[in-house]
């Protein structure tokens, strides 16, 4: 069976991202002061705030693709994920959120009988992965002074590549799809202000996102670091 399987070499990136993302936060949590003396207290950016997370992501492609002819499915909907975000808060309820997040890929290896809608008979692979921006209204609520839920709607703009790959009378036959578009997402999560003086914030939240025109379903569990500048 030929299989299209280069998670191990994304995981590989993604652990390097992941590496740099951390030694950003650090250096940053380094250079506080730094910070504040660039950009004063009580100025405009005050209420700005960036943050990185990472965790996992469940993509439903590989449903997608069984067209109700293939058997022995091996498919894998689970994979590493990264975000970087920045918003603005208008006060302590209301905020806006801008993000760009990778939601990795997912595979799926089959053989099909050839009676379905979508593959021939004999081998069959496909590799899905998606990326994206997105825009949200933050909207939170303060349990304590340190402990903040929030829940978030907002628009994402989407980016997914499919790469498929038949094997018919023993010839391999590969093709690919590269689609672009936009649908809502939403999600919701805690933050716990570990202070320093009020400048960083522990974040968990899960997300859910339609990502590609056939319906792609994306859902994601994150944890990660928010810094707010003075």
């Not at 070499?9 to 991202?17: A, E, T």
């Not at 950016?45 to 469940?58: D, E, I, K, L, P």
């Not at 050839?114 to 692979?125: F, I, T």
């Not at 903040?148 to 628009?155: A, E, R, S, Y």
């Amino acid at each position: 069976m030929i299989r299209l399987d280069t998670s191990t070499f994304r995981r590989q990136n993604h652990l390097m991202i992941i590496l740099i993302l951390i030694f950003v936060l650090v250096t940053v949590v380094e250079s506080t002061d730094a910070f504040e003396s660039i950009i004063p207290a009580g100025t405009i950016a005050h209420n700005t705030y960036g943050g990185a997370s990472f965790g996992g992501v469940n993509n439903n492609a590989p449903d997608v693709y069984d067209d109700g002819s293939v058997t022995g499915i091996d498919a894998d909907e689970n994979d590493v994920s990264f975000k970087v975000y920045g918003g603005y808060q208008f006060n302590p309820y209301i905020s806006v959120e801008a993000t760009y997040q990778d939601f990795g890929e997912s595979t799926f290896n089959a053989t099909s009988n050839g009676k379905g809608d979508s593959w021939a008979a004999g081998s069959v692979s496909a590799r899905q992965e998606a990326e994206g921006y997105g825009v949200s209204t933050v909207g939170r609520y303060p349990v304590t002074p340190r402990l903040t839920l929030f829940g978030k709607l907002g628009w994402f703009w989407w980016k997914s590549k499919e790469e498929y790959m038949e094997n018919i009378n023993g010839t391999p036959y590969p093709s690919s799809v590269e689609e672009s578009g936009n649908d809502y997402t939403y999600g919701a999560g805690i933050e716990y202000d570990v202070g320093n003086p009020d400048r960083f914030v522990y974040r968990v939240e899960v997300e859910h996102h339609e990502v590609g025109k056939s319906g792609f379903d994306v859902n994601s569990a994150s944890m990660g670091i928010v810094y707010k500048f003075p």
